[in-house]
T-cell receptor
Framework: AQSVTQPDIHITVSEGASLELRCNYSYGATPYLFWYVQSPGQGLQLLLKYFSGDTLVQGIKGFEAEFKRSQSSFNLRKPSVHWSDAAEYFCAVSGLAGNMLTFGGGTRLMVKP | EAGVAQSPRYKIIEKRQSVAFWCNPISGHATLYWYQQILGQGPKLLIQFQNNGVVDDSQLPKDRFSAERLKGVDSTLKIQPAKLEDSAVYLC?????????????FGEGSRLTVL
């Protein structure tokens, strides 16, 4: 069965600092990987996705993620965090393009001024 | 383009009562999902429809939860009778089928509190 682990429940960073959110997945075949963001009172929004090809993928809002098959990881990064990035971030894995997603438990990001 | 619409946004009921949530997906999206998100957890798939047929309902507690998608457009999720542990946000999502981009579009959710 597929699963996703996000080891950090909460992360606090200063505005302007760099950010890395960790994601480890378990899947028996080639995974499709996603990062979603959920702002308070809003629905989940897709930040970026990895299906195949270049292991470094770019997303919206200046985010990027790197797929490392050897480490079963898909960590999310941003070079400089803005206060508006404060939200909850979910990593997800699927065996098919976007269907039957399995989500991690989420990482809540807080941004200090 | 209109997004995924859900109602009601908030619902408070007592245990053993019933509740229904409605979802209208993005026009043209044949696949519709219902997720349950308990506070502090990631969303968990309850049921997936392809048009008006069920693709996966393996995690739907069928003794109390039911869902339908008549005519392959909007959908209703019902809980009867509700339990305390059903308190959660119920998220509806939709996606294109076939050559999918893999992107699910989520509604804002319906927050259920069971007292």
């Amino acid at each position: 069965a597929q699963s996703v682990t996000q080891p950090d429940i909460h992360i606090t960073v200063s505005e302007g600092a760099s950010l890395e959110l960790r994601c480890n997945y378990s899947y028996g075949a080639t995974p499709y990987l996603f990062w979603y963001v959920q702002s308070p009172g809003q629905g989940l929004q897709l930040l970026l996705k990895y299906f195949s090809g270049d292991t470094l993928v770019q997303g919206i809002k200046g985010f990027e993620a790197e797929f490392k098959r050897s480490q079963s990881s898909f960590n999310l990064r941003k070079p400089s965090v803005h206060w508006s990035d404060a939200a909850e971030y979910f990593c997800a894995v699927s065996g098919l393009a976007g269907n039957m997603l399995t989500f991690g438990g989420g990482t809540r990001l807080m941004v200090k001024p | 383009e209109a997004g995924v619409a859900q109602s009601p946004r908030y619902k408070i009921i007592e245990k053993r009562q019933s509740v229904a949530f409605w979802c209208n997906p993005i026009s043209g999206h044949a696949t519709l999902y219902w997720y349950q998100q308990i506070l502090g957890q990631g969303p968990k798939l309850l049921i997936q429809f392809q048009n008006n047929g069920v693709v996966d309902d393996s995690q739907l507690p069928k003794d109390r939860f039911s869902a339908e998608r008549l005519k392959g457009v909007d959908s209703t999720l019902k809980i009867q009778p509700a339990k305390l542990e059903d308190s959660a946000v119920y998220l509806c999502a939709s996606s294109l089928t076939g050559e999918s981009t893999g992107e699910l579009f989520f509604g804002e959710g319906s927050r259920l509190t069971v007292l």
